[in-house]
């Protein structure tokens, strides 16, 4: 059956994916092989692809089907996260929508709306990724909330609460008003916003003086409990012992004093609000203030708002400044650039606030984290400079704030039988917490007498242990799975989730494990537009990536994503790389076309220029493979990818097939055309890992092969020696071919035409591939001579003079004309680069390879004059 003209992706992908997977090529068991393990960064469960997902498991994919190749047993471990913000707000809408609101349902009543929205949701970005070629062991796939999984999460909570190390306690959190949670640190987005800065007096009891403060969140003012001014600022010694009065709700709060207040800053009078500032509630701990919560969960004002109760901040903001003017409290109001706090999921303003959360302490947990990466490289990053932004963050970590007020995820197992601060047990089912309890209080319990906790984890909490928990490692810490496959091998994520993710599974893999959880993490850049803009849906420039694929079929797109993606840098995406891939994916159809179109015969001699071809490519393809070590060992895909588009573009289809091509309607014979199959299968090798389907198709259409020999489990090539000076002197076998068909082309000597060809070899060339030029330059004779050939075209290579006599007639004045334009160019080129060298300045401070550069020009300038002057003595 004839080979199509034109690759059409479209009916080959889907062909050869359900191939793969009937022949259960990507799962995995121990077995005596070495493993090669990955695990995916888990999408959320209800996500859609998008292209950063596409960058990040092309790379993880291109990993894996080399690790296949090279003989290890790869293992690429699927799943998806439970994603609490972000899923319990898509089913709060959704009810909503169906007029149902959360706070009238039960937990179990709302955990199952959750549920069948996961069930319907759940699951298609790993459809998605199926379309891309990604490899997982789907057998193996996992979801953060499977009953083994959050079995884990429960034991490692216990675990951690057990050794001290967990804590309950009010402390001042991070909170959401719309998702209605806590938030880390990590969540925490801070950008700089415009704002303004309120001047307001507050009056001083029992007299008519008063002080001014200065304030961003003039709203705040109804929960001050003191004003604080420093002891050593004499300014103030006469409000030393005083009280003020708050404008509005006039409430009498004292003046304290306290070496904390910056006496060149602001009024020097300072505002202390314990209920909505870190550092008020620090001061308004030393000072035993009372502390007035003002706000409700979603930042409406409650009671203490006095007539503004139940308006959001922000209206009262507006509002409560229009009223302290009409009051004569407002003093001014300046414009203020400051840093405000936002959601990183909901991008709402957060609100610091006071709360009974759950933390993890973090003190000695790094400890092991910080040594792995900086100290003893156990675990290295990819690019290197990640190491200083690792550093930074974990030297000035906090207790993790592991407590959600949400209702999707792991419940807290957390069980309380009192109202006060230490009435709780903890444990792993509400039959254990009864014993616990029974036994703590010394009389029997009942279920009826305790309550769980109704917080649930942070997500988070659940996928720190992911690279552990897939295997099933923390409920059952030495079975088969876990000893085989973990440490796993490389993590491929992004840099914007080194500290939600990357570092705390470190902190997992040595506080559960004692060990890494992975050798190598590889950090993508960020998907970003011509523009450098970071692709998103409300801009409209982030493509579909399904839409892509159709349009480019899926290697295009893989190819399109990583010619534009240099390690660790941003990826600037461009739709025309795409177009590249998908024009490089028929280049090398194209190229197979040609092949298989030969006849072959087994009479024929082997010319010698169809042997040293052989060679040459031989040797070209082991220089490439030893380049793409080198690139994988260091994470430079791009590179390695460029690589092999040059190899193949370039080496193969434009070089050597051109050199062992039959003659038009002749055949090849048989000992070339079987080195020419076997180079092509090389190369299918190396390109499988970037082109998995158009590489899997020209393979088993090249023979019959049973599914033991598919090239997804074929054996990648073996570096061996090879012959550099091979490679040296087919450039300049190159550059001679090049030189002729360029005379041909300007002097209108047909391609057809043979010609006769005289080397002046100055420079001792080999002449090992004559054979190829006389075959690709059409040339009836090659001699060698000692002296200019005089009347005959020439150009010159490095110190070498190649020579054509002139054929047919020529103008002799236009061809004159044309030398002395180059002629005049050249010397002017000469003299600009002596004008450089001869720069003292310039000599002295340019770096030696720049001059190295440089000289070379001036010699290669020198040479090329020579041969211009010569061609004219000869017209």
Not at 277 to 305: M, R, Y
């Amino acid at each position: 059956m004839s080979l199509a003209t034109k690759y059409s992706p479209q009916d080959i992908e889907s062909k050869w994916y359900n191939y793969w997977m009937e022949n259960n090529y990507f799962h995995s068991t121990p077995n005596e092989k070495e493993p090669y393990t990955i695990v995916i960064p888990p999408p959320n469960v209800t996500g859609v692809l998008h292209m950063g997902h596409m960058l990040n498991n092309t790379i993880q994919d291109v990993l894996i089907r080399r690790a296949r190749l090279k003989g290890f047993n790869a293992c690429w471990v699927p799943g998806t996260d439970h994603a609490s913000i972000a899923t319990e707000a898509k089913v709060v809408d959704k009810l909503k929508q169906q007029g149902i609101n959360k706070a009238d349902l039960t937990r179990e009543e709302f955990l199952k709306h959750a549920w069948e929205w996961t069930d319907k949701h759940g699951g298609i970005i790993l459809e998605q990724l199926k379309k891309l070629g990604a490899s997982c062991d789907w057998e193996r796939t996992k979801f953060t909330m499977d009953a083994d999984l959050s079995e884990a999460v429960t034991k490692v909570f216990i675990d951690l609460y057990n050794k001290g190390l967990i804590y309950r306690g009010y402390r001042m959190v991070n909170w959401d008003p719309s998702a209605k949670t806590t938030l880390s640190d990590e969540e925490v987005i801070y950008e700089e916003r415009q704002g303004n800065l309120y001047y307001l007096n507050y009056k001083i009891e029992g007299t008519d003086d008063v002080l001014t403060i200065a304030t961003t969140r003039p709203e705040t003012i109804l929960g001050d409990s003191a004003i604080c001014i420093n002891p050593n600022d004499d300014r103030f010694t006469h409000l030393k012992g005083k009280k003020a009065i708050v404008p509005i709700c006039n409430r009498v709060i004292p003046i304290i004093e306290d070496e904390y207040v910056d006496i060149e800053f602001g009024t020097g009078c300072l505002k202390v609000t314990p209920a909505h500032d870190q550092n008020d509630k620090v001061l308004g701990e030393k000072h035993n203030l009372e502390v007035i919560d003002i706000f409700n969960d979603d930042a409406t004002l409650n009671s203490f708002g006095m007539h503004y109760e139940g308006k959001d901040r922000f209206v009262v903001r507006k509002e409560i400044t229009k009223e302290l003017e009409e009051l004569g409290c407002l003093v001014k109001i300046e414009q203020h650039l400051h840093k405000v706090g936002t959601s990183e999921r909901t991008k709402e303003v957060i609100e610091p606030k006071i709360s009974a959360q759950w933390f993890l302490k973090m003190d000695t947990i790094v400890e092991p984290a910080l040594k792995a990466v900086l100290e003893d490289e156990e675990i290295k990053f990819f690019p290197k400079h990640y190491n200083s932004t690792y550093r930074h963050w974990l030297e000035n970590i906090r207790d993790w704030n592991i407590s959600r007020q949400l209702w999707w995820g792991h419940q807290i197992p957390a069980y309380f039988y009192g109202d006060g601060e230490n009435d709780f047990v903890v444990a792993t089912s509400i039959e254990e917490a009864v014993t616990i309890a029974s036994e703590k209080l010394g009389k029997q319990l009942t279920a009826e007498d305790l309550t769980q906790d109704p917080d649930a984890l942070d997500t988070w909490f659940s996928s720190w242990l992911w690279p552990i928990s897939v295997f099933d490692g923390i409920r059952f810490p030495n079975n088969e799975e876990i000893n085989y496959y973990y440490p796993t091998n490389d993590l491929v994520t992004g840099p914007d989730i080194i500290f939600f993710w990357v570092a705390r599974m470190i902190f997992a893999g040595y506080e559960f494990r004692n060990e890494k959880p992975f050798s190598n993490v590889y950090f993508t850049g960020i998907v970003r537009d011509k523009q450098r803009r970071k692709m998103s849906k409300s801009l409209g420039n982030s493509p579909d990536p399904i839409e892509l694929m159709e349009q480019y079929g899926a290697d295009g797109v893989r190819v399109g994503m990583l010619l534009c993606s240099a390690a660790g840098n941003d990826l600037l995406f461009d739709e025309e790389l795409c177009a590249q891939g998908r024009n490089f994916s028929n280049k090398i159809w194209n190229a197979y076309r040609l092949v298989k179109g030969w006849e072959v015969s087994e009479t024929i001699e082997q010319p010698s220029s169809s042997a040293v071809a052989i060679e040459w490519y031989k040797a070209k393809f082991q220089q490439v493979l030893a380049d793409l070590d080198s690139s994988f060992e260091l994470y430079r895909l791009s590179e390695a990818l460029m690589n092999i588009y040059k190899l193949i573009w370039d080496d193969f289809s434009s070089w050597f097939l051109e050199m062992v091509k039959p003659e038009y309607q002749k055949p090849i014979d048989a000992k070339t055309y079987k080195a020419v199959i076997a180079f092509l299968e090389d190369n299918l090798k190396i390109l499988h890992p970037f082109m998995p389907f158009l590489s899997e198709e020209i393979w088993q259409d090249i023979t019959t092969r049973t599914p033991e020999k598919a090239l997804i489990i074929a054996e990648y090539p073996k570096l061996e020696v090879y012959n550099n000076t091979l490679i040296n002197e087919f450039n300049v076998a190159a550059d001679v071919i090049s030189g002729i068909r360029t005379i041909r082309k300007d002097k209108n000597i047909s391609f057809k035409d043979t010609i006769e060809f005289s080397i002046l070899n100055n420079d001792k060339v080999s002449a090992n591939f004559d054979a190829v030029i006389q075959k690709m330059g059409n040339i009836s004779e090659i001699s060698y001579v000692t002296s200019t050939v005089e009347g005959a075209l020439s150009f010159r290579i490095k110190s070498n003079e190649y020579f054509i006599p002139m054929v047919g007639a020529i103008d002799v004045e236009a061809e004159k004309a044309k030398l002395e334009e180059e002629l005049k160019y050249t010397q002017g080129f000469l003299k600009s680069v002596q004008g450089k060298l001869s720069n003292e300045r310039f000599v002295n401070n340019a770096p030696e390879k720049v001059l190295a550069i440089e000289r070379q020009k001036e010699a290669d300038a020198l040479a090329k004059i020579d041969t211009i002057e010569a061609s004219l003595k000869s017209l």
